[in-house]
């Protein structure tokens, strides 16, 4: 499910409570399943069957919560189905739970309406069912569309009125009883073994319904990790608890050994008739009403359930993708419940008009299925945290191990009994009603064939689907070790500055160099070979591109200019100084291996001395924009104008006075062409494919802070998941600008945020053409046949990757890019590392940070030899697929492409798989040396 913004995030653990108790109706429950329980299973084991069922569901809480702490999950329970038994397990088993809470929600309505009409006929009303299923359909969708805070405070009271009432009968009976409301034989061995534990047990569980929807409020909690666990540990507790000492004394007194022929004959009307007997008629008037707003305050709480399994089944793209949305004021799933609404009025409906009774059929076929249906995805779910546990160290031997075999073993239990004794739990003889089981089996196959559908239809969002993150895990380590081991780092640009501050904060002995005059790499736009230019911008947002405990200064505008990144860099070097351990003007020459993976690095200072040192381990951080790709061009040689690299250009008033040809549609080259708009006599953009241009704002916010949740969208505003329809929607048809429409989805090929280039194509100021044929002594000829008059031609076509000072052969290259692990460690060589040779369409900075912890971690288990092995031969033979499932251009510019989210998750499986802590914000405070960074 997708994260929610934090207006959403509005319950309380409290109030979480309070919807999943009224899930499980506690009057409805006593009232109508414990003397179901007395009178089928001719026994009196009823309290003992709900202290069972509540263990066996407290130790589901606790495999939940077990696997809550590592994995983040706000959505239901089919997450963690799909993160241990795969994707397509869990989307069939959320079509099972979406089918669970539907069947209940519709057997409710009918009940509803068959129990007020019930109370109206005690009064003297004659009041067909009908009707108040009717009136109480309007009132559900109304908490419905509304958000989930609403329906919380409505049901807290319901729920508070519905235990005081049967707290006041429990209290009556035990005055009146004393000692004989508590009949021992309810627990005895004898009756236990008896043979009418086993129907008590389907009951038991089968009251406990609705507990667990605790998890599809995770969404709208502040803290998901704290609350939803622990509104499930209370939830349970307190049902669990009151369900045992209330069926104990209805049970003592009901007569205790007499209880069950009492059930029998009086079935449904023997609370209320304890009720009277005990209390009058006040207690007994007090107790019917109640009972109705018992099954409302239910029927209220597993629609929103309900609706919020269509919601997250939408969005994740295996049903209609209008389920998948949230009301832009109320942030509720309001076409969710929409459909459920409809679904009530279509179903119970149809089946009124048909002549079904409202009880004995409606309200039993459905609530029978949506039972069968929860049971079977608890106990799925409590497999799933076993299969999760089952290959990892840090398994618990309760929450990883024995909490989760007792759920499963006891919730399929309950699932194998009450399937035998469908019948029985119904009260129904309808064929027709006894076989809505099967419907389940439907259900499941067509969740899986959803899944495999779209994994068939669109890779990129199956790899999306059901996604988890694993829960951020802090460096607590009191000692570290003693690093002896020295590395070099090459290259003080962005990624070498995250590297040195890794290094530095561990421990690790390094030297470190740069071979131009100051820190910053690119940005520096007075380094020879810098591709910096005066119009330059950062492409990603100061809202995600700054360094961990180092965010970009609020002062910055949105889309920093060149100097004012080349300054944050400084800052940020100053702040945990890193000026000060930096040796600057002195490039690595050369490094070469040496036996047992250590390096020979030969050194050239500024004024051209050369000095040799041999280190540990080489760390290298070139950058992948120093080395320009210049395509062969056709006539070239006999252009009478200017052909150079985009990496030459500084200002757009290198182009007054002349016409100018930009080939390229990067965004370098976008950028150029606008200056070229402005300032040249004539300008045209060349472009080999179709592009999608990104547009930097949308509603005045910044589209990457938008998309990745750092700024919530403006009241009102839903955006679409669908990144392609999104931006078709935002910018148009590009063809009318003589562009080519784009060959490719939005976020397979590197984002162009640039969408000041078409303004200038709709104004004439800039002229679209396509590929360069060849040039001419005085232009050039397109592949369409058209020729243009030109002074200048500047090629935009990107860079090579290159490592200058090793030799190429000690790397395997592919398409121009060096075959590493993770895009990080040499397969080749177990002591050569690279930060920085990955490209995802994200902000880099933090990405960066990530991998240069896998390089830390290598190195602290090439110092202390713990899981030294393991990564080894990971470096050398794993191959995982990163692209999470999107097909890139085929191009060499994407042949290192890896999708952010894939990326991210993968390295972080890997820091949780060898121990190793997360990085956040405060990982680094106390390297803290200059606090403002001036």
Not at 170 to 191: I, N, Q
Not at 224 to 232: D, F, H, K, T
Not at 854 to 873: P, Q
Request: glycine share 10%; proline share 5%; hydrophobic share 45%.
């Amino acid at each position: 499910m997708p994260d929610a913004p934090s207006s959403r995030r509005v319950l309380s653990t409290r109030r979480v409570v309070f919807m999943v108790i009224a899930a499980a109706a506690p009057m409805a429950a006593v009232a109508g399943n414990a003397p179901l329980a007395l009178a089928r299973g001719d026994g009196i084991t009823l309290p003992a069957a709900y202290l069972l069922a509540g263990l066996v569901l407290l130790c589901f809480a606790a495999a939940y919560s077990s696997m809550t702490r590592r994995v983040v999950n706000n959505g239901a329970f089919y997450v963690y189905v799909a993160k241990g038994l795969g994707k397509r397990a869990g989307i069939a088993s959320g079509y099972v739970g979406a089918l669970g809470y539907l069947g209940q929600t519709l057997g409710l309505a009918a009940a509803f309406g068959y129990f007020v009409s019930l109370v109206a006929a005690e009064s003297g009303i004659d009041l067909a069912w009908g009707w108040p299923a009717a009136v109480g359909t309007v009132v559900v969708a109304v908490f419905g569309y509304r958000s989930a805070d609403v329906s919380a405070r409505f049901l807290g009271v319901l729920m508070v009125l519905e235990f005081a009432v049967l707290l006041v009968l429990d209290v009556l009976v035990v005055g009146e009883k004393g000692g004989g409301a508590f009949p021992a034989g309810s627990f005895s061995p004898a009756e236990v073994a008896g043979g009418s534990l086993g129907i008590a047990l389907m009951f038991a569980f089968t009251s406990f319904i609705g507990f667990e929807s605790a998890a599809l409020y995770g969404e709208e909690t502040k803290h998901p990790e704290r609350s939803i666990p622990g509104a499930l540990y209370i939830s349970v507790s307190v049902i669990a608890v009151f369900y045992v000492l209330t069926s104990w004394i209805i049970i003592g007194g009901a007569g205790g050994e007499a209880a069950p022929g009492r059930a029998k004959d009086e079935l449904g009307d023997l609370v209320f008739n304890l009720a009277e007997q005990y209390g009058g008629t006040a207690l007994l008037d007090a107790a019917a009403v109640l009972l109705c707003t018992s099954v409302l305050a239910s029927w209220i709480a597993l629609h929103n359930a309900a609706s919020r399994y269509l919601f997250a089944l939408g969005f994740e793209g295996v049903a209609p993708a209008a389920w998948g949305r949230y009301h832009p004021v109320h942030q509720s799933p309001h076409v969710g419940s929409g459909v459920v609404t409809l679904l009530t009025v279509g179903v119970v409906g149809a089946l009124g008009v048909a002549g079904a009774d409202p009880y004995e059929v409606i309200a039993s076929a459905l609530v029978g299925l949506g039972t069968l249906s929860l049971v079977l995805m608890q106990g799925i779910t409590a497999f799933s945290v076993l299969a999760f546990f089952r290959t990892r160290h840090d398994r618990h031997w309760f929450g990883g191990l024995a909490a989760p075999v007792v759920a499963s073993l006891g919730l399929t239990a309950a699932f194998v009994l009450a399937c035998l004794h469908y019948a029985t739990l119904t009260g129904a003889t309808n064929p027709v009603v006894n076989g809505v089981p099967l419907v389940i089996v439907l259900a499941a196959v067509a969740g899986w064939v959803a899944a495999d559908r779209l994994r068939r239809r669109s890779p990129r969002r199956f790899a999306g689907l059901a996604h988890t993150t694993h829960r951020h895990r802090p460096d607590t380590r009191t000692t570290k070790p003693s690093y002896t081991r020295r590395y070099c780092v090459v290259g003080a640009g962005p990624a070498g500055m995250v590297m040195a501050r890794a290094l530095l904060r561990e421990g690790v002995p390094f030297d470190w160099f740069e071979r131009h005059d100051e820190l910053g790499g690119i940005w520096n736009a007075d380094a020879p070979g810098s591709p910096m230019y005066s119009s330059a911008h950062f492409i990603s947002s100061r809202w995600t591109s700054g360094f961990y405990g180092y965010p970009m200064p609020s002062h910055l505008p949105d889309y920093p200019r060149w100097d004012e990144v080349r300054d944050y860099l400084h800052a940020f070097a100053r702040r945990y100084g890193l000026d000060r351990m930096v040796t600057l003007g002195t490039a690595v020459e050369r490094a070469e291996p040496l036996p047992d993976d250590r390096w020979r690095v030969t050194l050239r200072g500024a004024g051209g001395t050369t000095q040799v040192r041999e280190y540990d381990g080489l760390v290298a951080c070139p950058g992948v924009t120093w080395h320009p790709n210049l395509p062969a061009l056709e006539g070239r040689d006999e252009f009478r104008g200017t052909v150079r690299h985009s990496n030459t250009f500084g200002d757009g008033i290198e182009l007054r006075g002349k016409r100018v040809l930009i080939v390229g549609a990067g965004n370098s080259g976008v950028d150029i062409a606008c200056d070229a708009a402005r300032h040249a006599d004539a300008a045209y953009l060349s472009v080999r494919r179709g592009y999608r241009f990104v547009p930097k704002h949308i509603a005045g916010l910044p589209t990457d802070a938008l998309l990745t949740g750092r700024i919530e969208p403006p009241k009102g505003m839903v955006l679409s998941r669908d990144v392609d329809e999104m931006l078709d929607a935002l910018v148009g048809d590009l063809t009318r600008f003589g562009l080519p429409a784009p060959d490719h989805e939005a976020l397979s090929s590197h984002p162009i945020m640039n969408t000041q280039v078409l303004h200038h194509l709709a104004h004439g100021d800039l002229v679209a053409k396509p590929d360069v044929e060849r040039l001419t002594p005085g232009g050039a000829v397109f592949a369409d046949g058209s020729e243009v008059e030109l002074d200048e031609v500047i090629l935009a076509t990107g860079y090579t990757y290159a490592l200058p000072f090793l030799d190429e052969s000690l790397l395997t290259w592919d398409r121009g890019h060096p075959q590493l692990w993770l895009n990080i460690c040499a397969r080749e060589h177990d002591s050569l590392y690279v930060l920085g040779f990955v490209e995802l369409a994200d902000a880099a900075y933090q990405r960066f940070d990530e991998m240069a912890q896998l390089v830390v971690m290598d190195i602290h288990a090439r110092e202390t030899g713990r899981h030294k092995a393991e990564l080894s031969e990971l470096k050398r033979t794993d191959h995982p697929d990163l692209r999470g499932g999107i097909d890139y251009v085929d191009s060499p510019r994407h042949a290192s492409y890896v999708e952010r989210t894939t990326y991210i998750d993968h390295l972080a499986g890997l820091r949780e798989r060898f121990g190793w802590f997360d990085v956040d914000d405060d990982t680094y405070a106390d390297l803290v040396v200059e606090p403002d960074g001036q």
